[in-house]
């Protein structure tokens, strides 16, 4: 049998946490304002939801609108309020100008994270080069996720991507789990189970009444249920 694959859950609140975990999510991604794809939540958000539930929680670290890190110092002092409010695993990304990884602001963020465990976003679905990306940040301490879809389309277009990087496993740079998210639907399942994926991501997937709607703890359960079947 093969093991349990990740089921990750984009949660924006105490009720998304709450149902996502009763659906059976190993692990959250805590995010504010879906309507930017996900910024960093307020350090009160990340403390409730830390006190109703038990399983992982990746918080966001993404202050505006797209892959640039803005304000870099800003970042900091965000990242390390979450660390000092008991933050323990984070998600994060940017990108310069060029579509290039902003190496330099990545450093930063992630040098007053005191080794916690993070994830690399979809901004490698955007970059100008994803090899080059992935042996830039190879060595950096904490990083043990990348969330990809393979291309910015979705998974639709981008399996090719992930089937290649999934192959690359164990290489300079392609040690990191492959966190499958982005246009993901229960029908890709079966197929990236059987090629050996064994980690995944939902956001509007686990809210059948849209992102103006909580978390559905059902919609968490299907996506369990057809997970373990792999």
Do not use: N
Not at 35 to 53: E, K, M, Q, W
Not at 120 to 138: G, M, V, W
Not at 188 to 198: E, M, N, T, W
């Amino acid at each position: 049998m093969s093991k349990r694959a990740v089921l990750e859950v984009v949660a924006l609140d105490t009720e998304d946490a709450v149902a996502a975990q009763a659906g059976g999510a190993d692990r959250l991604e805590l995010v504010t304002d879906m309507a930017a794809d996900g910024l960093t939540p307020t350090v009160s958000t990340v403390a409730g939801i830390r006190a109703a539930v038990d399983i992982s929680l990746r918080v966001m670290l993404r202050l505006s609108d797209g892959f640039g890190a803005g304000d870099a110092g800003r970042l900091v002092r965000t990242a390390r309020e979450m660390r000092s409010a008991g933050a323990e695993e984070f998600v994060l990304g940017f990108l310069d100008a060029s579509g290039e990884v902003d190496l330099a602001s990545v450093e930063r963020v992630v040098g007053v994270l005191d080794g916690c465990r993070w994830t690399f976003h979809r901004a490698i679905d955007h970059t100008a080069d994803r090899d080059a990306l992935r042996k830039q940040l190879a060595d950096l301490p904490g990083l043990d996720t990348y969330l990809t879809a393979g291309s910015a389309a979705g998974v639709d277009e981008g399996l090719p991507v992930l089937l290649a990087e999934a192959a690359r496993a164990g290489e300079p740079g392609y040690e990191q789990q492959l966190l499958v998210g982005g246009g993901l639907r229960l029908d890709h399942v079966p197929g990236l189970r059987a090629a050996g994926f064994d980690a995944f991501h939902i956001g509007g997937a686990a809210r059948p009444g849209g992102w103006g709607a909580p978390v559905s703890a059902e919609a968490v359960r299907e996506w369990r249920h057809v997970l373990d079947k792999g």
